[in-house]
């Protein structure tokens, strides 16, 4: 506790993914019509207030990035905003309630949102994102290995991130473990908090 400014040792996606509280569950999958291994996509509409002046990658970026996923399995996009017809056959479809088990079971997820990328990083999944703006749990991800950052819109430094991911997955893991070792259960560290300060009122 700072003065009003109370830190926690942990991640907001941890409140809802950590492994007390999700494990993701293969059998989800054949909602979306998916098996594995595949790889997700995920790309936003560029539309909030902290978008502003960004505007994301080419559709022959992510073609590109399309053509190079399929490699290692199928390839299903996510996307908030229209599909151009190219992109088209790979959109994703099915509960969007299940998404952080499509999230937990692909082998690597690439895209453009920091919500979903930090989602699958928690989750154990490597994560490679497009972010040329920073932010505090992004530069902690990095540090443990469980997501790597790419600081322009580089799609050949991607795909390096993406195969480095992929054929050494042991490396996240290990950086997966080392994460849950430090961080701690959100939910449950909030409730005692909590708990603790409704006490200490009465």
Not at 155 to 164: G, I, R, Y
């Amino acid at each position: 506790v700072r003065g009003n400014h109370i830190t926690h040792p942990s991640y907001h996606e941890l409140a809802y993914l950590h492994p007390d509280q999700f494990q993701p569950d293969p059998a989800r999958l054949a909602a979306f019509g998916l098996e594995r291994p595949y790889s997700l996509l995920r790309f936003v509409s560029w539309e909030a207030s902290h978008d502003v002046g960004e505007t994301g990658l080419s559709l022959a970026d992510k073609l590109a990035v399309v053509e190079h996923l399929a490699a290692h399995g199928t390839v299903a996009v996510s996307s908030e905003g229209p599909l151009p017809r190219e992109l088209e056959p790979y959109r994703l479809q099915g509960p969007a309630h299940d998404i952080h088990h499509v999230l937990g079971l692909a082998s690597v997820v690439v895209g453009e949102s920091g919500t979903m990328s930090s989602e699958a990083a928690v989750l154990g999944t490597p994560a490679v994102m497009f972010a040329p703006r920073g932010a505090g749990v992004f530069d902690d991800q990095e540090a443990y290995g469980i997501l790597t950052r790419i600081r322009s819109y580089s799609t050949a430094d991607a795909l390096d991130a993406v195969d480095a991911a992929i054929t050494d997955r042991s490396a996240v893991e290990a950086g997966h473990r080392r994460m849950l070792e430090d961080k701690v259960a959100l939910t449950p560290w909030m409730v005692d908090f909590f708990e603790r300060e409704a006490w200490r009122s009465r």
